[in-house]
């Protein structure tokens, strides 16, 4: 499937100043972009606009030349080098090419400006959005999950590949960056889960969620999820966190 879209400034007026044509994520990804579009998202930010899905890339390329030219002759100033119709989703690089990409995304530097270009991407509610309607419905396709699950059984077979991934675990989590993140979220877990829980139903005091879940046969979820205010009751019985308003 493929798509035309429109980046916008995320300022101002909403002023269009690119069009675009992908496939997958491309509309939100902010690489292989050339310098005044990427001055233009610096200094006023990025809103995306699908504008319509294509069968096929050569009727999305199509698609793309008719709205550059269109815009064009309304004034509108794009940053597009070209009139669109160019460039290939499927193109098949050579081993010497991918190992160059491979030592690129390898450097500190080039790591570095991935890790914000994601953080921006996913601040932006719709790309979320996307992403989240993608997801459900890939898994959502019997064939689309079918390959999905043979690609994870493949790659789980793969002799060594259980000890790399178990070691690059191991290494992550010696980073004292992420002892230090588990510590706090152990904390934040155990002062949420040592908290006095109240079933308003009964007016009976729990030490905890826990409590609270063996002492009335109700999941320990549904009982958490009542205490945040989530749910309104969990098998008949609502839940409050003791000192908390809601109920």
């Not at 993608?134 to 689309?144: K, L, N």
Request: hydrophobic share 35%; aromatic share 10%.
């Amino acid at each position: 499937m493929f798509y035309t879209y429109l980046h916008r400034s995320a300022s101002g007026s909403g002023e269009i100043f690119y069009v675009g044509k992908g496939t997958g994520k491309r509309a939100y990804h902010q690489s292989k972009r050339n310098p005044h579009w990427k001055n233009i998202v610096r200094k006023y930010g990025l809103l995306v606009e699908i504008c319509a899905t294509w069968e096929s890339e050569e009727d999305a390329f199509t698609h793309e030349k008719f709205l550059i030219g269109v815009m064009r002759n309304l004034g509108i100033d794009l940053v597009n080098r070209t009139d669109g119709g160019e460039g290939s989703s499927g193109a098949v690089r050579s081993p010497e090419t991918r190992a160059k990409y491979v030592h690129a995304h390898r450097q500190e530097s080039t790591k570095s400006l991935h890790r914000e270009g994601q953080t921006a991407r996913w601040q932006n509610a719709e790309y979320q959005k996307f992403m989240s309607s993608a997801t459900r419905s890939g898994w959502a396709d019997p064939e689309i999950k079918a390959r999905r699950l043979a690609g994870m059984e493949r790659k789980w077979a793969e002799p060594g590949f259980r000890e790399a991934r178990a070691a690059a675990a191991s290494a992550h989590y010696a980073k004292p960056e992420s002892q230090a993140f588990a510590a706090e979220h152990g904390r934040k877990v155990g002062a949420a889960r040592s908290k006095s829980v109240v079933c308003t139903s009964t007016g009976e005091v729990y030490a905890s969620v826990r409590a609270a879940s063996r002492a009335l046969g109700v999941n320990s979820g549904h009982v958490s999820r009542c205490c945040h205010g989530k749910s309104a009751a969990a098998k008949g019985y609502s839940f409050r966190f003791q000192g908390d308003a809601h109920v």
